[in-house]
Structure formats: structure tokens, C-alpha cells
């Protein structure tokens, strides 16, 4: 069986049998239509429709694709453990008796143990944004029609696996970003774009607010010409408005995610953004 290249936090869970802090998963709040699968192997395992909110932290799953997944006693003499039947991977722990649904069980579920494929005709599209410290703007960009999931990373650099510590220390050159997937027949590329630029101070070249250097720069990453276009028409618009525009537009690179305490920052620690205000642009 061939397995898919898994970052070190997702070789932690799945191989190692660890577990993501809680409230950090990109699939935590998910609620597209379509199956999740197996992050090692791509075996499918749930359907959406069974995927429900319970609270824990993590995602949480009433009933499993029809052997997809085993259970097997916890090494901890109490839970039961969940893994990927094809692979063996670890997924997480499964829970009865709760009373979250009809079926009584929770599946739960790490995110780094899974990938997701949409429905069928149903289309997504992503954008990647930098604008400062990656909290804010993730923060924010989540409020938006239509969007789907947003994960804080790294981008734009030149090494490979970045982590925070590198990433400030500005020799990887890479930038703070967030990837937002989004449905587009909700919000646009260019309704999300004209967001990003409502959310930060575009004018500043040094950084963004209090921090300064390099990652905190200010750049959309574009995917293809059509992106490129719309930042580009958003970008003369600001400035005939007499907006000074330090945005760069780059093209899209590796999206590097940023370690799992970052993820949900301001769900997790209850505070507000410090330098990402929402301030009306565009009519």
C-alpha cells in the first residue's frame, strides 16, 4: 500500500498515536458536503452527514463509513481507540452513552488524521492571504458567506517545513498567511480579497501594526491569472481612492501550516484581535 508523505505533527498523531490539542483542527468546524478520508492512505471513512457538534474540541462523527474504521482497546485500559482499517492509522477515540445523537456514539476524531473530498458537482476554490499576524486575519476571513475552513501557515519562503521560530527569526522568507477555502457561489475571490484589505492596514510596509519584519509583510498569493486580475483591479481601485497600497501580489507557493496552537487562536483563548479591526471599504 502506498502512503501519502505526512508532515511531523501528522506522523505524531497517526503513526505515533497522538492527539492535536483541542480546538485547533481545520476540520473542527467544517460543514461542507462530501467524505472524509484517511490522511495516510486516502481510504474513506465518514460521511458529512454523520458529522455533528459536540462540543469536545475535536470533530465528532455519529457513525463510520461500513468498516472503514477499527475499534480496538485503548493501551490505557478504559478508551477505545479508533484506526483507519486500511492502514491502521490512528484516528482517535470512540465514545457511547453520551446522548449527542440518535446513534449515542462519538467518533472522535483528530483533523490531522483526515483529508477531505467535496460532493459530488460541489466546487470550492482557495485563496491565500498575508496580511500580519495570521490570528487576526484568520480570525476575520471565518465571518465571511461562504467560506469553508481557513488555516493559519507559512508561505512565500524558501525552506521547506517552516516552523514559527524559523519563520521569525527571517531567514526562511517566509510570510504569515492564512489558506482560505471558500464556496464560490457565495463569496467570490474578489469579495474575500476586498475583505482582506478591510481587515489590515495595507498602507504599512514594514509590517502590521506592532509587528514588524519581513513575515509580517502584506501580499495575496495568487493561483492563476483570473486572482491576479481581481487583486490587481482592487489594488488601482484603492489607490484612485488616494490609498497608498504596499500589498505585493506573488504568485501562489507551498502552504506550509503553522503548528496547531496557532490554529483558532481567538476561539481558543476567548480574546480579540489586536491589530485586525474591520474598517468599510468598499460600498
Known sequence: MNFNQLTPEEERVIVHRGTERPFTGRFLSHKEAGTYTCRRCGAELYRSADKFESGCGWPSFDDEIKGAVTRKPDPDGQRVEIVCTACGGHLGHVFTGEGFTAKNTRHCVNSVSLDFIPAAGKKTSTAIFAGGCFWGVEHLMKKAPGVISVRSGYTGGRTENPDYKSVCSGITGHL??????????????????????????????????????????????????????????????????????????????????????HQNYYEKTGKNPYCHIRKKIFN
Open 176 to 261: 504569515e498567511a492564512v489558506e482560505v477555502v471558500f464556496d464560490p457561489s457565495q463569496s467570490s475571490f474578489t469579495d474575500l480579497a476586498r475583505l482582506f484589505f478591510e481587515i489590515h492596514d495595507f498602507t504599512q510596509t514594514d509590517g502590521q501594526g506592532p509587528d514588524i519584519g519581513e513575515q509580517y509583510k502584506s501580499a495575496i498569493f495568487v493561483a492563476d491569472d483570473e486572482q491576479r486580475e481581481s487583486a490587481r483591479k482592487i489594488i488601482e481601485q484603492l489607490r484612485g481612492m488616494g490609498h497608498e497600497v504596499a500589498t505585493e501580489i506573488r504568485e501562489a507557493a507551498r502552504f506550509w501550516p503553522a503548528e496547531a496552537y
